[in-house]
């Protein structure tokens, strides 16, 4: 009899399996080129009745196949889950948005409510993010509950489509009173820098439904850790939090530690390899010891901090029942500050929490000079406080898409450090005369980082922005190449490695190039005070890499059109001045 239970209970518990409502095609290695290669996987698709989930990990899905498939989608109402992580392993970047468009047409179309997006490990760069754009927007991400895009690639741009696209499906699933309730966010290994984390936030804060947030190595500072923490306190679930190897500094740390006040529910905090140093691990250890009442996990690892930070964080741990770990590894501790805080967390009877000290880089050296160059940089970056403060009111109107400008002035540092075409334009009228005087012609490769910089914020339907682009830029580079010590071969070689159109000897990762670093360049090439030479120079490497540039299309082409010609007027130039002096001879 009891047999009898034990295997009708198993029956049951098998009908109510993953397997019963999801195919799976994982770790397969199929190349996927066209409509015949899926012929079988779309009749398994057809046939299954009440797919719920599929997964097409570690496959390679072209634009014909994904159509195919796509097809067979069309009809599964009860669709939820869509497990797509590297899926276009080899495939050209172009083929990869309208793969995704139709399987994304397709969901919509069959009326799936997705709770699952997974995406990660696809290395589609902002295109691909605009594959998924119309999607993200639609009645089928109403119900979404986890999007996952580790290691995407999307850079800046891909940040602010996807931040637009959940901002405005909040407000389209808003509208039908069924508010999209994201929980889960993971988005690793992007690039997003401080732009793309800004515009996240302004998403982040309209759901104040996360509960896990998974977003380390994506160049994010301390401005965008700002506006993080600002976001972060509107998610009153929020349980995870994961900003590994960012970099906060002090003031990125004490915006985090005024935003966790605000978070009873977190269980995990990872800030390590995130530069928090002594002052922001103080800080957090304030609200650790305040607060927080069920945290597990606190990692503080490779900060540069030292044993009195050190010992404040322990301390501040010590009445927590639910934590299993804390990490302070690779710090500043020295020998004795290793002791010490081991000696603190043994006799508070917690010495077993403690993660291993073994990376410890030892007491730090006294380099005050070092520091205060840092806190300088920190300067450059500041996001104004009003500002953020301004951006939260807004919030409550839903309108979020574009950040306020900061009340206080924009100075050339702040613009430098983070361009924007508001901050250019807030420069005012004398802004070209403030670039000429703020950057060091003298150094060649930051004359031509500078130019990159500000040709990035061009922009050709706005006259205002375009024109004060073009003017700071002439009034730049016609100080840079009237003066004598400046070295014209080494801004052009350093363009060059930027634009990845040559590698560098040193390793000097390329820019993401955009279409404004062209159609400035272009301009360039034509005014009198650049030499003719380097346009000879420019149009080599450009025909040398026909694909290089791709990206940017008709501006590679027309930049392509203009040294031409410029090459072919100064030879036509040239020819015309020794006629004249034969004939004058």
Same mark, same amino acid.
């Given at each position: 009899?009891a047999?009898?239970?034990?295997?009708?209970?198993?029956?049951?518990?098998?009908?109510?399996?993953?397997?019963?409502?999801?195919?799976?095609?994982?770790?397969?290695?199929?190349?996927?080129? !066209?409509a015949?290669?899926?012929?079988?996987m779309?009749?398994?698709?057809?046939?299954?009745?009440?797919?719920q989930?599929?997964?097409l990990?570690?496959?390679?899905?072209?634009?014909?196949?994904?159509?195919?498939?796509?097809?067979?989608?069309?009809?599964?109402?009860?669709?939820?889950?869509?497990?797509?992580?590297?899926?276009?392993?080899?495939?050209?970047?172009?083929?990869?948005?309208?793969?995704?468009?139709?399987?994304?047409?397709?969901?919509?179309?069959?009326?799936?409510?997705?709770?699952?997006?997974?995406?990660?490990?696809?290395a589609?760069?902002?295109?691909?993010?605009?594959?998924?754009?119309?999607l993200?927007?639609?009645?089928?991400?109403?119900?979404?509950?986890?999007?996952?895009?580790?290691?995407?690639?999307?850079?800046?741009?891909?940040?602010?489509?996807l931040?637009?696209?959940?901002?405005?499906?909040?407000?389209?699933?808003?509208?039908?009173?069924?508010?999209?309730?994201?929980?889960?966010?993971?988005?690793?290994r992007?690039?997003?820098?401080?732009?793309?984390?800004?515009?996240?936030?302004?998403?982040?804060?309209?759901?104040?439904s996360?509960?896990?947030?998974?977003?380390?190595?994506?160049?994010?500072?301390?401005?965008?850790?700002?506006? &993080?923490?600002?976001?972060?306190q509107?998610?009153?679930?929020?349980?995870?939090?994961?900003?590994?190897?960012?970099?906060?500094?002090?003031?990125?740390?004490?915006?985090?530690?005024?935003?966790?006040?605000?978070?009873?529910?977190?269980?995990?905090?990872?800030?390590?390899?995130?530069?928090?140093?002594?002052?922001?691990?103080?800080?957090?250890?304030?609200?650790?010891?305040?607060?927080?009442?069920?945290?597990?996990?606190?990692?503080?690892?490779?900060?540069?901090?030292?044993?009195?930070?050190a010992?404040?964080?322990?301390?501040a741990?010590?009445?927590?029942?639910?934590?299993?770990?804390?990490?302070l590894?690779?710090?500043?501790l020295?020998?004795?500050?290793?002791?010490?805080?081991?000696?603190?967390?043994?006799?508070?009877?917690?010495?077993?929490?403690?993660?291993?000290?073994s990376?410890?880089?030892?007491?730090?050296?006294?380099?005050?000079d070092?520091?205060?160059?840092?806190?300088?940089?920190?300067?450059?970056?500041?996001v104004?406080?009003?500002?953020?403060?301004?951006?939260?009111?807004?919030?409550?109107?839903?309108?979020?898409?574009?950040?306020?400008?900061?009340?206080?002035?924009?100075?050339?540092?702040?613009?430098?450090?983070?361009?924007s075409?508001?901050?250019?334009?807030?420069?005012?009228a004398?802004?070209?005369?403030?670039?000429?005087?703020?950057? !060091?012609?003298?150094?060649a490769?930051?004359?031509?980082?500078?130019?990159?910089?500000?040709?990035?914020?061009?922009?050709?339907?706005?006259?205002?922005v375009?024109?004060?682009?073009?003017?700071?830029?002439?009034?730049?580079?016609?100080?840079?190449?009237?003066?004598?010590?400046?070295?014209?071969?080494?801004?052009?070689?350093? &363009?060059?490695?930027?634009?990845? &159109?040559?590698k560098?000897?040193?390793?000097?990762?390329?820019?993401?190039?955009v279409?404004?670093?062209?159609?400035?360049l272009?301009?360039?090439a034509?005014?009198?005070?650049?030499?003719?030479?380097?346009?000879?120079?420019?149009?080599?490497? &450009?025909?040398?890499?026909p694909?290089?540039l791709?990206?940017?299309?008709?501006?590679?082409?027309?930049?392509?059109?203009?040294l031409?010609?410029?090459?072919?007027?100064?030879?036509?130039?040239?020819?015309?001045?020794?006629?004249?002096?034969?004939?004058?001879?």
């Amino acid at each position: 009899m009891a047999t009898d239970i034990v295997a009708q209970l198993a029956n049951s518990l098998a009908k109510t399996g993953v397997e019963d409502v999801e195919l799976s095609y994982k770790g397969q290695g199929k190349k996927l080129d !066209d409509a015949e290669s899926v012929e079988e996987m779309v009749k398994e698709i057809q046939d299954f009745e009440d797919l719920q989930a599929l997964r097409l990990e570690g496959n390679t899905v072209g634009v014909e196949a994904a159509k195919a498939i796509a097809k067979a989608l069309e009809t599964k109402s009860k669709f939820k889950r869509c497990y797509w992580s590297d899926m276009f392993t080899g495939r050209l970047r172009s083929e990869i948005p309208p793969a995704l468009n139709s399987l994304g047409d397709a969901l919509v179309l069959a009326g799936a409510k997705l709770t699952v997006l997974d995406l990660s490990d696809n290395a589609f760069g902002p295109d691909g993010v605009r594959g998924i754009e119309r999607l993200l927007k639609s009645t089928a991400c109403y119900t979404l509950q986890e999007l996952r895009l580790n290691n995407c690639g999307m850079g800046i741009g891909g940040g602010k489509i996807l931040a637009a696209s959940l901002i405005q499906c909040h407000k389209n699933s808003s509208a039908e009173g069924t508010p999209l309730g994201l929980k889960v966010f993971v988005a690793g290994r992007n690039r997003l820098e401080n732009d793309g984390a800004t515009a996240l936030a302004q998403a982040f804060q309209l759901m104040g439904s996360l509960e896990e947030v998974h977003m380390p190595q994506n160049g994010i500072n301390h401005p965008g850790v700002t506006a &993080l923490a600002k976001a972060m306190q509107h998610n009153a679930d929020l349980r995870i939090l994961n900003l590994n190897d960012n970099t906060f500094t002090e003031k990125g740390a004490f915006a985090m530690a005024q935003a966790l006040k605000h978070l009873r529910n977190i269980q995990v905090i990872n800030f390590g390899d995130c530069l928090v140093r002594p002052a922001g691990a103080i800080a957090l250890a304030a609200t650790v010891s305040e607060g927080l009442p069920i945290l597990r996990e606190l990692n503080l690892s490779f900060g540069e901090i030292t044993e009195e930070a050190a010992l404040a964080v322990a301390q501040a741990v010590k009445n927590k029942d639910q934590l299993e770990k804390l990490d302070l590894n690779g710090n500043s501790l020295g020998e004795d500050g290793c002791k010490a805080l081991k000696n603190a967390m043994e006799a508070m009877n917690i010495g077993e929490l403690l993660g291993s000290l073994s990376d410890d880089e030892g007491e730090p050296e006294d380099d005050e000079d070092d520091h205060d160059d840092d806190e300088e940089e920190d300067d450059d970056e500041d996001v104004d406080e009003e500002e953020i403060e301004e951006e939260e009111e807004e919030s409550n109107g839903n309108k979020l898409s574009t950040p306020v400008a900061a009340s206080r002035p924009t100075d050339v540092s702040s613009f430098l450090s983070f361009p924007s075409p508001d901050k250019l334009l807030k420069l005012g009228a004398t802004r070209a005369m403030l670039i000429e005087q703020q950057v !060091d012609v003298s150094d060649a490769t930051k004359t031509a980082e500078a130019f990159l910089k500000i040709a990035s914020v061009y922009k050709e339907d706005n006259d205002d922005v375009k024109n004060a682009v073009l003017d700071s830029i002439d009034a730049l580079l016609r100080k840079a190449f009237s003066t004598p010590s400046f070295q014209g071969c080494n801004f052009v070689s350093t &363009l060059l490695v930027l634009l990845g &159109l040559i590698k560098s000897e040193d390793k000097v990762a390329p820019v993401l190039v955009v279409r404004g670093h062209l159609n400035a360049l272009q301009h360039v090439a034509s005014q009198d005070y650049f030499p003719k030479e380097y346009v000879d120079v420019l149009a080599v490497f &450009l025909s040398r890499n026909p694909k290089a540039l791709e990206s940017c299309g008709n501006a590679r082409n027309s930049l392509q059109s203009t040294l031409q010609r410029v090459r072919s007027e100064d030879c036509e130039h040239t020819h015309t001045h020794r006629l004249t002096h034969t004939e004058t001879d």
